[in-house]
């Protein structure tokens, strides 16, 4: 079964660069979610689409932004990168008949030097 | 206080023991439990979700309290394979969107 795609998988950028991280979610789910996962945490939401609209808002910083196309994929930009924002990038889909049910894509490892 | 709360782990266990893990939630308004299961540098993988009175799907059985707002996951005869991280995961209700809320995890590791 298709599963959710993030690129890139790993990613090295400097100190107060900028960086794109995409997502695409399951076919015909509809709802897509971001989470930051650093090391030895739990993930924590960031923010998340429905329908192309943003439905919910977490502990995203005001210098990364998001946005959900029409094709239903999603891309997560992150600007003024800092060394504490190295870490796992994980994009999660989910379908509006089961909304609870989060799939999470392979995530996308963030660096910063 | 964290939201959800687990056991600190890690749990070393042989294979073939029977090992539980416990959760604790402080949102009364959640509707809705999950176990993830995580692998290192892996995503999270739903496990199993777990409604109203709890469900078993093979060897893993998972309970819910509402009242004791108390989650438990049983894993019997436990494999190799099942060495990982495991999250105990509530939903936040908010506006009718699904926001899921992580524990910390408890680790995992089966032993031959």
């Known amino acids: 079964a298709a599963g959710v795609i993030q690129s890139p998988r790993h990613l090295i950028k400097e100190k107060r660069e900028t960086a794109t991280l995409k997502c695409y979610p399951i076919?015909?789910?509809?709802?897509v979610y971001w989470y930051q996962q650093g090391p030895g945490q739990d993930p924590q939401f960031l923010i998340s689409?429905?329908?192309?609209?943003?439905?919910d808002k977490g502990s995203i910083p005001d210098r990364f932004s998001a946005q959900q196309f029409s094709d239903y994929h999603s891309e997560l930009n992150m600007s003024s990168l800092e060394l504490g924002d190295s870490a796992l990038y994980f994009c999660?889909?989910?379908?509006?008949?089961?909304?609870?049910?989060?799939?999470f894509g392979p995530g996308t490892r963030l660096t910063v030097l | 206080r964290k939201e959800v709360e687990q056991d600190p782990g890690p749990f070393n266990v042989p294979e073939g023991a029977t090992v539980a893990f416990n959760c604790t939630y402080s949102n009364s308004a959640s509707q809705s439990f999950f176990w993830y299961r995580q692998d290192c540098r892996k995503e999270p993988k739903l496990l199993m979700s777990v409604y109203s009175s709890g469900n078993e799907d093979g060897r893993f059985t998972a309970q819910l309290n509402r009242a004791s707002q108390y989650i438990s996951l049983l894993i019997r005869d436990s494999k190799l394979s099942d060495s990982a991280t495991y999250l105990c995961v509530v939903n936040e209700p908010n506006s009718g969107y699904s926001t899921l809320t992580f524990g910390k995890g408890t680790m995992l590791l089966v032993s031959p």
């Open positions: 999660a889909s989910s379908s509006e008949r089961q909304l609870d049910e989060q799939f």
């Open positions: 689409f429905y329908e192309k609209m943003q439905s």
């Open positions: 076919p015909r789910h509809d709802t």
